[in-house]
């Protein structure tokens, strides 16, 4: 099983030049912001002052992260999607990132189209380990099936460097079944998002295959599946991976805020409402 040929469509045909006026227009843009403050402030929170940071930003779509990884002191950096079309844009955003950002130094990169959960992205990447694996707000469309799943799980731990770090963003799925019990319905949602589970889920989801509809106010209804995070961890213990961190999203915030110069990035990029 590979992702969705629905989710494939929608990334390809929706992959063009951010329009900032459009974005600033939409309901949704604090979300958006707080989504990328988040990765900002996880990305940071890693940083060590060894160098030598190879980078694997896996599902990278068309590269959101990349002044993200310059920052972080990257020197290298694979970028793996399997919409060619996002790598394409990805590519030209790395481009024209450099040309702009004059002040700090750049990674080497390379740019790979594959798809995580069908094939192994390591064929034309010889003897290659990374400091840091990142597979941002993608890792749950991998949990249709345990081949998809596994497949994934091997492209994304099985070269971390021992002391390197596998991060992630995801969907809380306790959150959604909490929503979901509570309004005794496999739908609901509100004018900005709605949330609709496959009519054949019980009120007890199973570890795999726990697939549910997600629309956001300007996305395309996209499959996606529940990510129990208990076991998500058993199946990293393979990879000799261990747990440091596990938050909501609220949580995460309120840890972070703390931090001054986490607060001044927030206000900087006005991230609430």
């Not at 040929?5 to 707080?34: A, C, G, M, P, W």
């Not at 099936?145 to 070269?159: P, R």
């Amino acid at each position: 099983m590979q992702l969705g040929r629905s989710v494939q469509k929608f990334y390809d045909e929706n992959v063009k030049t951010d329009d900032l006026n459009h974005r600033n227009e939409s309901r949704i843009i604090h979300l958006r912001k707080f989504n990328n403050w988040v990765k900002s402030v996880l990305i940071d929170s890693i940083k060590k002052n060894d160098g030598g940071k190879i980078v694997l930003d896996l599902c990278c779509g068309k590269g959101g992260d990349i002044r993200k990884w310059i920052k972080f002191g990257a020197e290298d950096v694979h970028f793996v999607d399997f919409s060619k079309k996002s790598i394409d844009e990805c590519r030209q955003r790395y481009n024209n990132t450099k040309q702009q950002i004059c002040s700090l130094p750049k990674f080497k990169a390379s740019f790979i189209v594959a798809d995580v959960g069908k094939e192994n992205i390591y064929k034309n990447l010889s003897n290659v380990t990374y400091d840091v694996v990142s597979c941002q707000f993608a890792l749950h469309y991998f949990f249709g099936e345990m081949e998809t799943l596994n497949c994934a799980l091997e492209n994304a731990c099985s070269k971390i460097k021992p002391g390197g770090y596998f991060i992630g963003t995801i969907p809380n799925a306790n959150q959604i079944v909490l929503k979901m019990r509570n309004n005794n319905t496999l739908s609901f949602g509100n004018e900005i998002y709605n949330i609709c589970f496959d009519d054949t889920l019980s009120n007890q989801p199973p570890l795999l295959n726990a697939k549910y509809f997600f629309e956001l106010e300007g996305c395309v209804n996209c499959p996606e599946y529940l990510v129990y995070f208990p076991f998500l961890i058993k199946l990293l213990e393979k990879y000799n991976l261990k747990c440091t961190l596990n938050q909501s999203f609220c949580d995460f915030l309120y840890s972070n805020y703390k931090n001054i110069e986490y607060k001044k990035l927030a206000k900087f990029m006005d991230i609430f409402d």
